[in-house]
């Protein structure tokens, strides 16, 4: 008998957050689920448990195998090597390498100036960059975006940003609780009603919409979010309209 993790997954939406926090690579994103692979993976150290936003792991004592620190790594070394054209040794499908194909070929602009005005109306973006209070929060409208979304989307800041002060972050990189309580201030000290939530359609980002979701839950504010998902190649897949009660 040991403390082992145990994974609920009618509460788990496949974000890979647990995954990424999982240093023995214990846990892998399955048909959109998360898995244990294997009981002798897991450490029971629990590093995977403050990481989930849905709240769907939590411990148990069972009869299970031993740690076998040796086989984690000789899996890790052996993930790593594989890394290059597959997935990370977490085994989130958002790391999967992939070349995108374009609709029409690339073709040079014979003018080399800016064709569009950029409408970034504010600095820095990066939400652990921004003081709470910063003058331009005050009633504003926020866009919290993916660090991706505009690398990926060509109309980023007409489609998107325009008129809305602009925070980005990683969902899978970063950590979620400085983000969620970070948030839940500048939602609170600012008098924010509407948040628009831009992420990219692989499962990991999807943990951004579960960090803005609980800024607005500890900050007890009526907020309307707008949740825009973005293909890989910059397309709006999906557009979500959430009202206060």
């Not at 195998?65 to 597959?86: F, I, L, N, Q």
Request: charged share 30%.
């Amino acid at each position: 008998m040991r403390k082992i993790i145990k994974i609920d997954e009618s509460k788990c939406d496949g974000c890979g957050i647990c995954a990424n926090a999982c240093h023995e690579g214990a846990i892998a994103i399955e048909d959109g689920k998360a898995r244990l692979i294997s009981d002798s993976y897991c450490d029971g150290l629990g590093d995977c448990i403050g990481e989930c936003p849905r709240g769907a792991i939590s411990f148990e004592m069972r009869e299970a195998s031993s740690y076998d620190e040796a086989a984690v790594k000789a899996r890790m070394t052996a993930a790593e090597k594989k890394a290059g054209s597959k997935t990370l040794p977490c085994g989130c499908p958002g790391t999967m390498a992939r070349e995108l194909k374009a609709d029409k070929p690339a073709q040079k602009e014979e003018k080399t100036s800016c064709v569009q005005d950029s409408e970034l109306r504010n600095w820095p973006v990066q939400l652990a960059l921004v003081p709470v209070q910063a003058p331009y929060l005050e009633g504003a409208k926020l866009l919290i975006a993916a660090d991706c979304t505009a690398f990926a989307c060509p109309n980023f800041h007409k489609d998107l940003l325009l008129g809305k002060i602009c925070l980005v972050g990683c969902p899978k990189l970063d950590d979620a609780e400085p983000y969620i309580e970070k948030l839940t201030q500048i939602i609170k000290l600012n008098g924010i009603k509407e948040i628009d939530v831009a992420y990219m359609e692989v499962p990991c980002c999807g943990g951004l919409v579960r960090i803005v979701e609980e800024a607005v839950r500890k900050a007890d504010a009526a907020v309307s979010l707008k949740l825009v998902k973005l293909a890989l190649n910059g397309k709006t897949l999906e557009v979500r309209q959430i009202f206060p009660n």
